[in-house]
């Protein structure tokens, strides 16, 4: 576009009609576009406004899972913590705080630790909302508020913990020896795997 606005310049001001206040504009644009300090800030604003484009993307989506918001919300904080000015800095970390602050936390943390993909990836374990002795006491009481005519003790503690350890049936390990084990002739186990 640079090239373009300075190599064509007659051109584009003459596509702008006969009128002398849309070719004083047009004039006005094209000596904009020839400033090096122009394309510059457009370039820093791109690089602020990429991973915002995407988490939008992402998060309005008819497809976004709970965990994903969560996934972005990380993913711009990592982003803007590194960016060199520090007032955009400043102001994009404490807008995401904020937001953070707006949402349902437990679900959405919990969510992503349910993810079995993610897990406790990616987590601060200084955060007292994701230390296990916390993380442990919210999971009954998000289990109670979601299902409010279950039984007090359901052991969903136990099972969190387990899972949380990746042990008994969120073992994924054992889960896969067993169905090795199960399976007849492995090699088709193999097969069904590999082909679509």
Known sequence: MKLLALEKKADLI???????????????????????????????????LGPLLIAVRTVESDQTR?????????????????????????????????????????????SYILNPHRHMAFLNPE?????????????????HRFFPEAKENTGIA???IQYLNQEGPFDAGAQLRLTLLECPVPSKLFMSLCIA
């Open 14 to 48: 003459k596509s702008v009609g006969q009128k002398k206040p849309a070719k004083d504009k047009a004039e006005k644009m094209l000596q904009l576009c020839g400033d090096s300090n122009f394309w510059n800030t457009l370039q820093i604003d791109l690089e602020h």
């Open 158 to 160: 136990d099972q969190f």
């Open 66 to 110: 709970l965990d994903q918001v969560m996934k972005m919300l990380g993913y711009l904080h990592q982003h803007f913590s590194g960016v060199a000015d520090a007032e955009v800095k400043r102001v994009m970390l404490a807008g995401l705080e904020m937001r953070f602050a707006d949402y349902d936390q437990p679900p959405l943390v919990f």
């Open 127 to 143: 955060c007292p909302l994701v230390q296990w002795r916390n993380l442990v006491k919210l999971v009954e009481v998000l289990y």
